[in-house]
């Protein structure tokens, strides 16, 4: 059976105790299981290699752990990571390698695929094998269309998006194997060092790229996101926007979905006063469940949409939150 590398890239165990426990982050778990279905999953790890994680990582049915024996991976920015990935993978022969889908996924598969000579695949929404090639599959042009596409290259680097499968721990654990890797970094990936971070302030509210929920508000809240915050407090979700909204200044561009924006990709993104404009659905056409919410039964959203409600987002949004609020009771 072919390895196929997971990058598994700083573990916060404070964020993601809030998402089910263990130190890995969802997106881990997800590419876990991928990889798994495609192979031998072959674990490599940016940080700290501790027995919790080591453990974590045989539940998902990984052999073989990988870490660099330089600890302080995590004072620099992607270039030496992009490093330990690629000599990993060639000290393991991988068929693949999978990378989260992210600015920073990108960019280490990007050099990942440099230094392998690796054709790389992104916004990838599954993997699988057919005939034993491992193949990407991708939803393009505002979901119209799924593109399956194979690296013709003996390594494949792919970019998977959040939350376009659903993670599941192994049938039978495994024991996970820690190997460390002396990692020739490249003069200038030490180039640049972290001085210091500084943790945005919470808002309670899960990151949009990791949520399973997403409620976006665009023109339509006309300033208010009040009750598009309430619907997502309620249903714990992340808080997206259409540019038009961030544009305006309602909410923080970092909230935009869209082109030039966030992708996001949740179990269930509900669409409130966004017209859906092909830029707005290129960051969120691939979500599992769609719901909209739009006074203009026109509206090209619902061409895309699972469900559609036709009506004024301030009377409809209010009796989502009572509705919700009372099969909780
Ligand atoms: C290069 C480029 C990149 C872009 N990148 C992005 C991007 O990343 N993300 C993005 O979103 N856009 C992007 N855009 C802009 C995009 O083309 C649209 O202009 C934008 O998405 C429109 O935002 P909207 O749907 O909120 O507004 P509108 O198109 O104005 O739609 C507002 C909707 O709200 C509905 N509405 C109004 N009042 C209510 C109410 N009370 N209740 C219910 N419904 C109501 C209306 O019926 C309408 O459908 C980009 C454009 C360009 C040219």
């Known amino acids: 059976m072919s390895a196929i590398v997971v990058f598994i890239d700083q573990i916060d165990a404070d964020q993601t105790k809030a998402q089910g426990g263990g130190l890995l982050h969802p997106i881990h778990h997800q590419l876990l299981t ?25 539940g998902y049915g990984v052999t073989r752990v990988l870490h660099s024996v330089q600890p302080e991976l995590a004072d620099y920015l992607v270039a030496p990571k992009a490093d330990l990935v690629a000599q990993a993978a060639a000290a393991v022969s991988a068929a693949a390698v999978l990378v989260d889908n992210g600015p920073q996924g990108k960019e280490i598969a990007a050099r990942v695929g440099v230094a392998l000579d ?28 799924t593109v399956a596409a194979r690296a013709t290259s003996a390594v494949a680097v792919i970019c998977v998006k959040t939350h376009s ?30 001085m210091r971070r500084t943790p945005r302030e919470a808002s309670g509210r899960p990151e ?36 038009a909204a961030t544009d305006a200044g309602w909410i923080a561009h970092t909230a935009q979905v869209g082109q030039t924006g966030k992708t996001v990709s949740p179990q269930l993104y509900i669409s409130v006063g966004i017209s859906g404009a ?15 919410v739009n006074k203009d039964s026109e509206s090209p959203i619902f061409e895309i949409a699972d469900f559609g409600i036709v009506g004024d987002l301030f009377a409809v949004l209010p009796q989502a939150v009572a509705e919700i609020k009372k099969r909780r009771a």
């Open 34 to 58: 991928l990889a798994r279905g495609a192979g031998e999953p072959v674990a490599v790890v940016a940080g700290p290699v501790g027995a919790g994680l080591v453990a974590e990582l045989g």
């Open 118 to 145: 690796a054709g790389v695949i992104t916004d990838a929404v599954s993997v699988s094998l057919d005939s034993g090639a491992l193949v990407a599959h991708k939803s393009v042009l505002a979901g119209s269309y």
């Open 165 to 194: 499968v659903e993670a599941a721990p192994a049938a039978t654990p495994a024991t996970a194997a820690v190997e460390p890797l002396d990692v020739a970094f490249a003069p200038a990936s030490l180039g640049v060092r972290v």
């Open 208 to 243: 949009l790229e990791d949520a399973r929920i997403v409620v976006a508000g665009g023109r339509g809240v006309d300033g208010n996101f009040g009750p598009v915050e309430e619907l997502a407090d309620v249903l714990g979700a992340a808080v997206g926007a259409s540019r």
């Open 278 to 292: 092909i830029q707005q659905k290129a960051g969120m056409q691939t979500s599992k469940v769609i719901v909209a």
